[in-house]
């Protein structure tokens, strides 16, 4: 099975910051990574799909990047309604795999 | 508008079973595959199972293959999961999970509100 990898386990970011998130697969998964924004109490909503695809109603502030086994979810400038947990999920195989989670806190 | 509405969640003891329930409202329920994804209290997010649109294929994740079991009734616009042998560790929010496409490898565009299963004795 494929393992997926997400780094930092959390962020301390202040608003206006540009951050980064990274993602590595086990093995290739083509374009086919997603990710994820969770709020606290609150189911996850699906940012991106195939690497760097922009959900419609998303921000252009985010932006996916990568192929293969690496990948990085950017905000640009980051907004007091980003501060979330976000998790990347790869979705190449019959089993799909999230990534740990990256908590974006405040600074 | 989707909605997804799970149901059927609640306290149950070790090595019993339960089953929730998805409805699923505001989209061709038949063209597109259903899941269930489950988050333990201050943990991540772990996929479970997918159901492709036709249902007649279930994949499961290892840590629930054999216990788990996901079916759908594309007439009512239904997907349940069957869980038996249930565990401690089986203890979460389960959310029901719609993907973007009619097979099982897709993300998962909509979500339900998420429903409480505590397995205790």
């Known amino acids: 099975d494929i393992q997926v990898t997400q780094s930092p386990s959390t962020l301390s970011a202040s608003v206006g910051d540009r951050v980064t998130i990274t993602c590595r697969a086990s093995r290739s998964v083509d374009k086919w990574l997603a990710w994820y924004q969770q709020k606290p109490g609150k189911a996850p909503k699906l940012l991106i799909q195939e690497a760097s695809s922009l959900q419609r109603g998303v921000p252009p502030r985010f932006r996916g990047s990568g192929s293969g086994t690496d990948f990085s979810l950017t905000i640009s400038s980051l907004q007091p309604d980003d501060f979330a947990t976000y998790y990347c999920q790869e979705y190449n195989t019959y089993f799909l795999v999230f990534g740990g989670g990256t908590r974006v806190e405040m600074k | ?121």
């Open chain 2, 1 to 121: 508008q989707v909605q997804l509405v799970e149901s059927g969640g609640g306290v149950v003891q070790p090595g019993k079973s339960l089953r929730i329930s998805c409805a699923a409202s505001g989209f061709t329920f038949s063209r597109y595959g259903m899941g269930w994804v489950r988050q333990a209290p201050g943990k991540g997010l772990e996929w479970l199972a997918v159901a492709t649109s036709f249902g007649t294929t279930g994949y499961y994740a290892d840590s629930v293959r054999g216990r788990f079991t996901i079916s759908r009734d594309n007439s009512k616009n239904m997907v349940d999961l069957q869980m038996n042998g249930l565990r401690l560790e089986d203890t979460a929010v389960y959310y029901c999970v719609k993907g973007v496409g009619h097979n099982y490898g897709n993300p998962f565009d909509y979500w339900g509100q998420g429903i409480l299963v505590t397995v205790s004795s």
